[in-house]
């Protein structure tokens, strides 16, 4: 039977062995940090992290997958974003209908939150598949980010 719970302390060596197997597939197109990797799974089982929550998908009791879930506002939306930030399942349970069973969840849990998002590589294609089944679409944004200290080096002088 397959089952969704918020992530323990306890957790950890289950969580971070698929963090690293999904941190080495075509969902991820760089390479991460191992501290970050860890600091991410401590701040999702801290309850004082109001923007990000662990979930634990398990199989029978097993651990089979994790996800992280953050939280926004969107403007554009008038409302607060379920950004699913993290969605990973071990190569046995694909394909049985878990994910779309931890989206119906997410739907539950979170029924007057506007929009769900999320991010999914061009080489993950049964990812984007299953989330186009499930009625997501893509945005034609381009994602740009900036990392690190703004207080640093030529950046801050960009910015000012």
Same mark, same amino acid.
């Given at each position: 039977m397959f089952s969704i719970r918020d992530m323990t302390g306890q957790d950890r060596d289950a969580v971070m062995s698929m963090v690293l197997e999904?941190?080495?597939?075509?969902?991820?197109?760089?390479e991460v940090d191992a501290a970050t990797l860890e600091k991410t799974f401590w701040d999702?089982?801290?309850? &004082?992290?109001? /923007?990000?929550?662990? @979930?634990?998908?398990?199989?029978?009791?097993?651990?089979v997958g994790y996800a992280y879930v953050t939280f926004?506002?969107?403007?554009?939306?008038?409302?607060?974003?379920?950004?699913?930030?993290?969605?990973?399942?071990?190569p046995q349970c694909r394909g049985k209908g878990y994910g779309t069973q931890?989206?119906?969840w997410l739907k539950r849990e979170y029924p007057d939150y506007p929009r769900f998002r999320l991010e999914v590589t061009e080489a993950n294609e049964? &990812?984007?598949? /299953?989330?186009?089944? @499930?009625?997501?679409?893509?945005?034609?944004?381009r994602q740009?980010?900036?990392?690190?200290?703004?207080a640093q080096g030529e950046r801050k002088e960009n910015l000012e």
């Open positions: 999904f941190y080495h597939s075509p969902a991820v197109e760089h999702a089982v801290d309850p &004082a992290e109001g /923007l990000l929550r662990g @979930l634990l998908l398990e199989e029978d009791g097993e651990a926004c506002y969107s403007g554009e939306m008038g409302g607060r974003v379920v950004f699913f930030d993290e969605l990973y399942f071990r931890v989206f119906r049964k &990812a984007a598949r /299953l989330y186009a089944r @499930l009625g997501f679409r893509t945005l034609e944004y740009m980010v900036l990392d690190g200290d703004l």
